[in-house]
């Protein structure tokens, strides 16, 4: 069936510098996507998300980054502290209160 | 706002008894929840999703009859996981959706002896 992957399932960086976090989504029906960070024992914490007719959205140290034309999304954090530790999922979903379909997630390391 | 709440946050059984764990949408109402499942240093994984006042609607591969959901108020959506065994200890997670976001909650940690 159709899923959402990812490219890294690891990733360490060094405290201060930047993280990119890559997605690959292979339904192109999906018009709306999220990263959602997930902390040891807790649920999905919503980061950013972006809709299909944007290449890119920006927030708070984060910006989005979505491909249409190779299905390819990502997360760029900047400046990474330790507390971004975490393990972030992408996920896609249609707008009308359709299902979220969850990519594999990538751990990421911020070495202080 | 848009908190959601689950009720219990973990919960240790003996094989082969029932187990409830409950969704709550503190601030909002929902007319849709989900439920996800999550074994260790893997993805969620859509079980079914939670319709108030009507059947759920399960995902392939979900038994409905061992999973049971309710989702009898706008504000709860109840899991139970029936005749549970070993290898159903996962992490269960639902949300909560209004309008068109979805907002988590915080997990239950089941561990079935």
């Known amino acids: 069936g159709e899923s959402v992957g990812l490219h890294l399932p690891t990733l360490s960086v060094q405290e201060g510098d930047n993280s990119i976090i890559n997605c690959a989504y292979s339904?192109?029906?999906?018009?709306?996507f999220i990263w959602y960070k997930q902390e040891s024992g807790k649920g999905p914490q919503f980061i950013i998300d972006i809709r299909s007719n944007m290449d890119k959205r920006q927030g708070q140290r984060v910006t989005v980054l979505l491909n249409k034309t190779v299905k390819h999304l990502s997360l760029q954090i900047a400046a990474t502290q330790p507390g971004d530790s975490a393990v972030y999922f992408c996920?896609?979903?249609?707008?009308?209160?359709?299902?979220?379909?969850f990519g594999a997630g990538t751990r990421l390391f911020v070495k202080a | 706002g848009a908190v959601v709440s689950q009720h219990p946050s973990w919960v240790i059984c003996k094989s082969g008894t029932s187990v409830k764990i409950e969704c709550r949408s503190l601030d909002f109402q929902a007319t849709t929840m989900f439920w996800y499942r999550q074994f260790p240093k893997q993805s969620l994984m859509l079980m079914a999703t939670?319709?108030?006042?009507?059947?759920?609607?399960?995902e392939q591969g979900v038994e409905k009859d061992k999973f049971l959901i309710n989702h009898a108020s706008l504000t709860l959506s109840t899991l139970t996981v029936t005749s549970a065994h070993p290898e159903d200890s996962s992490f269960y997670i639902c949300s909560a959706q209004r309008e068109n976001e979805q907002f988590f909650g915080p997990g239950t940690r089941l561990t079935v002896l």
């Open positions: 339904n192109s029906a999906s018009d709306y």
């Open positions: 996920a896609e979903t249609f707008t009308g209160g359709f299902k979220t379909i």
């Open positions: 939670s319709n108030e006042g009507s059947k759920a609607t399960y």
